[in-house]
């Protein structure tokens, strides 16, 4: 009689062993996997180089610009957000450097596609569950040039600018996590 006892206290501390490790085990797993849905899927990336002037419209609010300029290159980042909720881009970083922060950029060099248009990135993008944005990043290039009035619009100043076969990351920060591309300019 005492020996059905033990095999059944064995049985059940085993049987609350298992279950404690194995609750502590998906307390884990859904914990990374609810972070890793913090922060957008890079779905696709394209890399253009713009030799002559180009134009096209940019929206800050109710103003509207027109970009023109060459010898710049154009990054098309498409993200989704794959998580049950909002996702916030908060910023976005090129080599380790706020876009904002570098000499030869401003806010009008990173923009996202909305409604057909492209819009100047704001403090904090909210892409919904299941959306998809387009960011386009403008990285001037050697010989990078501005036409007409926009030149102290889109400034490049005397900062560096990228060549060809130059290695861009391009992070994505969102709720402190970050999501990193890395672009070897063609």
């Known amino acids: ?3 059905r006892v033990s095999v059944f206290t064995v049985v059940v501390v085993s049987s609350i062993v298992v279950a404690f490790a194995t609750g502590f085990w998906l307390t884990s797993v859904s914990g990374m996997f609810y972070r ?3 922060v957008p ?3 696709s990336k394209t890399v253009t180089w713009a030799d002559s002037e180009r134009e096209f419209r940019v929206y800050d609010g109710l103003k509207v610009y027109v970009w023109d300029a060459s010898n710049y ?3 098309y980042l498409t993200l989704i957000n794959k998580g049950p909720g ?3 881009l908060d910023d976005v970083y090129i080599n380790g450097v706020p876009y904002h922060s570098h ?6 060099h990173v923009l996202y596609r909305a409604n057909g248009k492209f819009y100047v990135l704001p403090d904090r993008l909210v892409i919904s569950p299941g959306g998809k944005v387009i960011l386009k990043v403008l990285v001037p290039g050697p010989g990078f040039k501005v036409f007409t009035k926009h030149a102290n619009v889109f400034y490049a100043g005397g900062g560096a ?5 130059d290695v861009l990351t391009i992070s994505l920060v969102s709720g402190g996590s970050t999501v990193a591309v890395v672009i070897i300019l063609p």
Do not use: A
């Not at 000499?103 to 009008?108: A, F, R």
């Not at 600018?161 to 076969?165: D, K, L, M, T």
């Open 1 to 3: 009689m005492f020996g």
């Open 36 to 38: 890793s849905i913090t």
């Open 41 to 43: 899927e890079i779905y």
């Open 73 to 75: 290159w154009e990054i």
């Open 86 to 88: 909002d996702l916030f």
């Open 103 to 108: 000499e030869c950029l401003t806010k009008y």
């Open 161 to 165: 600018v990228f060549s060809h076969g």
